[in-house]
């Protein structure tokens, strides 16, 4: 069975940093491209992040652009985002998924992991 | 505002058709497949429809999809109770080098 299990969130002040993992089960992880999605409170479903199979390409929604890293660890069969500069406006449950290939889509997601930036 | 318009909500009654829209541009929807989540709050989003108009293993065929041009739009046949939940529409942009989703639309069952 695919499983997909987040970790990492929780509350950090603004303009602090934050590191999110999702460990994923039942496939390899190695051969999909995986992506970042958030949801904040109140808003819709925001694609984050997406990178690769091997990790040559990553894209990120402009509003993390240089703030935001995603990262993979294929031998751990692990997904990460490193985020950077916090803000109030990152405050959002965030989703772990398989896929995010131009032509693709999102069949597997995580539970979600809260990410609350706060004073 | 989201790069893909959704009216913010529907509603119908038990047994109804309910359709829901969703507008892009020639940089998403125009040149790329369309997907379709279901998502309760609180949980997982869930794959409804994918590549305009497949459905995974295990949705009814109730829900259907299609895809004309700039917009697509998902159909719900035979309305139940548990289809009440948020539903969005979601494609890559090749200008944005993104995954855009639509706002999302609340589907209530009256």
């Known amino acids: 069975e695919v499983q997909l299990v987040e970790s990492g969130g929780g509350l950090v002040q603004p303009g602090g940093s934050l590191r999110l993992s999702c460990a994923g089960y039942g496939f390899t992880l190695s051969t999909y491209w995986m992506s970042w999605v958030r949801q904040a409170p109140g808003k819709g479903l925001e694609w984050v992040a997406n990178i690769k199979p091997d990790g040559s390409e990553r894209y990120y929604v402009d509003s993390v652009k240089g703030r935001f890293t995603i990262s993979r660890d294929n031998a751990d069969n692990s997904l990460y985002l490193q985020m950077n500069s916090l803000g109030v406006d990152d405050t959002a449950v965030y989703y772990c998924?398989?896929?995010?290939?131009?032509?693709?889509?999102?069949?597997?997601w995580g539970q979600g992991t809260l990410v609350t930036v706060s004073s | 505002q989201s790069v893909l318009t959704q009216p913010p909500s529907a509603s119908g009654t038990p047994g109804q058709r309910v359709t829901i829209s969703c507008s892009g541009s020639s940089s998403n929807i125009g040149s790329n497949t369309v997907n379709w989540y279901q998502h309760f709050p609180g949980t997982a989003p869930k794959l409804l429809i994918y590549?305009?108009?497949q459905r995974p293993s295990g949705v009814p065929d109730r829900f259907s999809g299609s895809k004309s041009g700039t917009s697509a739009s998902l159909a719900i046949g035979g309305l139940q109770s548990e289809d009440e939940a948020d539903y969005y529409c979601a494609a890559w942009d090749d200008s944005l080098k993104a995954w855009v989703f639509g706002g999302g639309t609340k589907l209530t069952v009256l």
């Open positions: 590549t305009n108009n």
């Open positions: 998924a398989r896929g995010g290939a131009r032509s693709g889509y999102f069949l597997y």
